[in-house]
């Protein structure tokens, strides 16, 4: 696409964005007022002038009570904990106000949520117990706010469809901690529903309100209290958490590298520059100098879980110019292949524990974005790139042998291999030399092809790693042929001189991982506050 071309659409592309925000902030306002208004009709005969005996089981907290005054050695219950064998028990729990609704003037619901788990909260007017100021009280609490909630645990006959936990709690304290503004720029109900909810409602004759994407980051902080998304970052903690683990058992270390660089890790234009103290520097592309730098200083295995920064004007689903960067390097023996049996281990075995223990976040997650389970074998499959090339040119896809596969032929690989081998995970090696970093060794029975490789999930590619050129001499005409100034990495090419081992690695994008493995359709939904060729906020 043509530069004019391009933004032109970005610019339909934003307007269109702003009159969809428009429309649907509208249709919530309506539905709101017409849910306050219901809900005020059943109690707004109610009188708080008058004196209540009960007046200290509800009200605002004063500020005071909360400046970390004094510990009243209270215990507290999280919402996720409460079950049926805590019936006829008094509990204590603090969360948001997410849904409140009045029934009539002695009765009102409230849905209490704490990280991502639900409650339904029962108040009934009870003499000594409840009063109807109390009700009134607690049916004026704004959604979103925190509210501190004391009662019995009680089991209803029927199960609780508005809540994740099968027991109810009649209320005998309420206590606003925090409030929130009666108007919230989305609803967390509207930024929780998925597509077929609003497709289905769109059939029955009802309009629910979708909320797109650009208003969901634009008020990320409301967007993120979402089941799904709650799901997505703690699936995310867990496959870092995983990637630490699995490589401190497998002896490596865990190192930390600089942000700050003289001069760009990959090669190529697509860096942040900027000036550090009078004289030009880049925000890292990656830890890749650094990471071969350390194995050279005999860590033997390191592996560095940080922050990579990308400065391509790239606009689609899988880029973003700032994300996590999962890296590994590792001594090498005889063959780069060692590199590509710690992957194998590495993700069989992270894809086992997802499976295992994130039963719960991958259930949120498919509620809202449905999505199949990842097919993938025991022992993950290895192709040569001239094995992928020739099955697509059987199927008709003509590619560069020597050129890299585009968006278009890695997805058609990628389904021609779950055809044949009944897996959405593999490794292609051996990629052309000419289509990789500067410090990428070539095979050695065809220079024109490298001791590379790249891994892929659901036909998108997740990892790159090779082996690594060791020799200073090959490295400098290597970055010369790539169009490197060698000054600019003369320490790195220096830490080669005084001996250096055969050595290898990869690098993973930590929100991509969980993006295929969600089979979730952007990029932007697995970071928590993404950096595109657009976005710096929030």
């Known amino acids: 696409m043509e530069p004019e071309q391009q933004n032109s659409s970005q610019e339909t592309s934003k307007k269109a964005a702003k009159k969809e925000a428009a429309k649907a902030e509208k249709l919530r306002r309506k539905q709101e007022a017409a849910a306050a208004a219901a809900a005020a009709s059943g109690v707004a005969g109610v009188s708080i002038d008058g004196p209540d005996p009960l007046a200290a089981n509800y009200g605002d907290v004063p500020i005071e009570e909360i400046q970390s005054k004094a510990v009243s050695g209270r215990v507290w219950t999280t919402v996720s904990s409460l079950t049926e064998e805590l019936k006829d028990q008094t509990v204590l729990i603090r969360g948001r106000a997410q849904a409140i609704r009045a029934v009539g003037k002695k009765m009102a619901f409230l849905t209490v949520r704490e990280r991502g788990y639900t409650v339904q909260c029962?108040?009934?007017?009870?003499?000594?117990?409840?009063?109807?100021?109390?009700?009134?009280?607690?049916?004026?609490?704004?959604?979103?706010?925190?509210?501190?909630?004391?009662?019995?645990?009680?089991?209803?006959?029927?199960?609780?469809k508005g809540a994740s936990q099968q027991v109810e709690i009649q209320v005998r304290k309420i206590h606003c901690v925090n409030r929130a503004a009666t108007v919230l720029p989305i609803n967390v109900e509207d930024a929780a529903r998925s597509e077929v909810e609003i497709e289905k409602a769109l059939?029955?004759?009802?309009?629910?309100?979708?909320?797109?994407?650009?208003?969901?980051?634009?008020?990320?902080?409301?967007?993120?209290?979402?089941?799904?998304?709650?799901?997505?970052?703690?699936l995310e903690c867990q496959v870092s958490n995983f990637f630490r683990q699995f490589l401190l058992n497998e002896d490596f270390i865990e190192i930390n590298t600089p942000k700050l660089t003289a001069g760009t890790s990959e090669g190529g234009a697509a860096v942040f520059k900027l000036e550090y103290k009078k004289q030009p520097a880049c925000l890292a592309q990656s830890p890749q100098l650094h990471k071969q730098m350390a194995i050279c200083g005999d860590f033997g295995r390191v592996f560095i879980v940080g922050p990579v920064f990308r400065a391509e004007d790239s606009y689609t689903h899988r880029h973003l110019c700032e994300f996590i960067g999962l890296d590994m390097e590792m001594e090498i023996k005889e063959h780069y292949s060692e590199v590509m049996d710690v992957v194998d281990r590495l993700f069989v075995g992270m894809f086992d524990r997802l499976n295992e223990r994130c039963q719960k976040e991958l259930e949120a997650i498919g509620k809202q974005y449905p999505f199949k389970p990842l097919k993938y074998l025991r022992k993950t499959l290895r192709l040569t790139f001239e094995e992928g090339v020739q099955m697509l040119?059987?199927?008709?896809?003509?590619?560069?042998?020597?050129?890299?596969?585009?968006?278009?032929?890695?997805?058609?690989?990628?389904?021609?291999?779950?055809?044949?081998?009944?897996?959405?995970?593999?490794?292609?090696h051996r990629y052309p030399l000419a289509v990789r970093p500067f410090y990428t060794m070539p095979c050695p029975d065809n220079e024109a092809y490298s001791n590379s490789f790249d891994v892929f999930i659901r036909g998108e590619e997740i990892i790159s790693g090779a082996q690594r050129v060791h020799i200073p001499e090959l490295l400098e005409s290597r970055a010369t042929a790539c169009g490197i100034d060698v000054k600019t990495i003369s320490s790195y090419v220096d830490s080669f001189r005084y001996g250096a081992p055969p050595h290898g690695g990869f690098g993973v994008g930590l929100e991509r991982v969980v993006m295929l493995f969600c089979a979730l359709d952007n990029i932007r939904k697995t970071s928590l506050f993404p950096r595109d060729p657009r976005r710096l906020e929030p």
Do not use: C, H, W
Request: glycine fraction near 8%; aromatic fraction near 8%; hydrophobic fraction near 40%.
């Open 122 to 160: 029962v108040l009934t007017v009870a003499p000594e117990l409840v009063s109807a100021q109390m009700v009134k009280f607690a049916t004026g609490i704004s959604k979103e706010s925190f509210v501190d909630i004391e009662g019995v645990i009680t089991v209803p006959p029927e199960a609780i």
């Open 393 to 428: 040119k059987e199927a008709g896809v003509e590619v560069d042998p020597f050129g890299d596969l585009n968006t278009e032929s890695e997805r058609t690989l990628g389904k021609l291999v779950l055809e044949k081998y009944g897996t959405e995970f593999y490794i292609l």
């Open 203 to 234: 059939e029955a004759g009802e309009q629910l309100v979708r909320v797109n994407q650009d208003t969901r980051l634009n008020y990320r902080i409301l967007d993120v209290r979402t089941p799904a998304n709650q799901g997505i970052f703690r």
